[in-house]
């Protein structure tokens, strides 16, 4: 078997990738408990969609290949192929995007966060194990079931914690809370299932393995994430603008039919019946009310 590093760099990666795995759930969090506040269905799919992108994309897929930059194999090269790569992207949002829209919509219920929690935690492994499946080795790669078990339960609970946090307590202390334990969940199943890695080497191959190295894969990587962020951030304030101005045209409405309408009251002697919201000023009215009273 293989010796491997999986802190080549020392204890930059494991803080890196810790703090994009707690923004990325900080920013997808905040999301979610909006989506549970949203007034229509469209705009609470837009919430969810938004916090999918941040959890699955930056919380999830950014922080596994900056950690995964610290990884080394030193009788062997590194490499990954990037199609699979992209693929672990997408997989990861749409197991994470499932696991949001069963928690943050309709009643809230103890089985709603518990399969909310479920799929989000095994998107977090999905993620994990397709893109270890991207990487490249001159040799074979297999795994200690038993710890695969392990990060696979670290996820699901975890997750479904944080879950649990976000649609039962509100403020924001709540939601940095659970963003914690989203990041803790996120670099503590990436580390127990890279502790469960086992690689043997070929005996007497040529050393030589195809894909990209992670030091060139990691400029993609960096733009599409920060493009993603600038993104999930902008649409996220566009539509928190978006449901203030609807909140204060809404309030504007319910404020116009709560004052009561003025009543002018008609001249003296006069049968007609009182005039609410005449045309004329109300100095020409009370002007009218005074000449009668002036004797002829």
């Known amino acids: 078997m293989a010796e491997v590093h999986h802190f080549a760099y020392g204890w930059f990666n494991p803080v890196t990738a810790y703090v994009m795995a707690f923004i990325g759930s900080m920013l997808g969090l905040v999301c979610t408990?909006?989506?549970?506040?949203?007034?229509?269905?469209g705009r609470r799919a837009r919430w969810l969609v938004i916090a999918a992108l941040s959890i699955g994309g930056t919380g999830i897929w950014l922080m596994h290949f900056m950690a995964m930059i610290g990884f080394d194999v030193p009788n062997s090269p590194v490499r990954y192929d990037p199609v699979v790569t992209f693929i672990s992207l997408a997989l990861a949002v749409l197991t994470v995007g499932i696991g949001l829209f069963i928690a943050g919509q309709g009643r809230r219920s103890a089985l709603r966060i518990v399969a909310g929690g479920g799929f989000t935690g095994l998107g977090v492994v999905a993620m994990h194990y397709s893109g270890m499946a991207a990487?490249?080795?001159?040799?074979?790669?297999?795994?200690?079931?038993?710890?695969?078990?392990a990060s696979v339960l670290i996820a699901v609970v975890a997750a479904t914690v944080a879950l649990w946090f976000t649609v039962?307590?509100?403020g924001m202390r709540a939601i940095t809370a659970a963003a914690a334990v989203m990041g803790v969940a996120v670099c503590g199943m990436h580390y127990t299932a890279m502790a469960a890695i086992r690689i043997t080497l070929d005996v007497g191959g040529t050393g030589q393995v195809e894909g990209l190295s992670p030091f060139v894969l990691i400029v993609p990587i960096v733009l599409l994430s920060a493009l993603c962020l600038i993104g999930v951030t902008f649409n996220a304030l566009q539509a928190m603008t978006q449901e203030e101005f609807d909140g204060a045209d809404a309030s504007r409405v319910k404020h116009r039919a709560q004052v009561p309408a003025t009543v002018i009251p008609a001249p003296r002697g006069a049968d007609a019946p009182p005039l609410v919201n005449p045309p004329f000023s109300l100095a020409r009215s009370l002007a009218d009310r005074n000449r009668t009273k002036i004797p002829r």
């Open 33 to 41: 408990a909006r989506a549970r506040r949203a007034p229509t269905a």
């Open 168 to 170: 039962t307590v509100s």
């Open 135 to 149: 990487m490249r080795v001159a040799g074979r790669v297999s795994y200690d079931f038993g710890l695969v078990a």
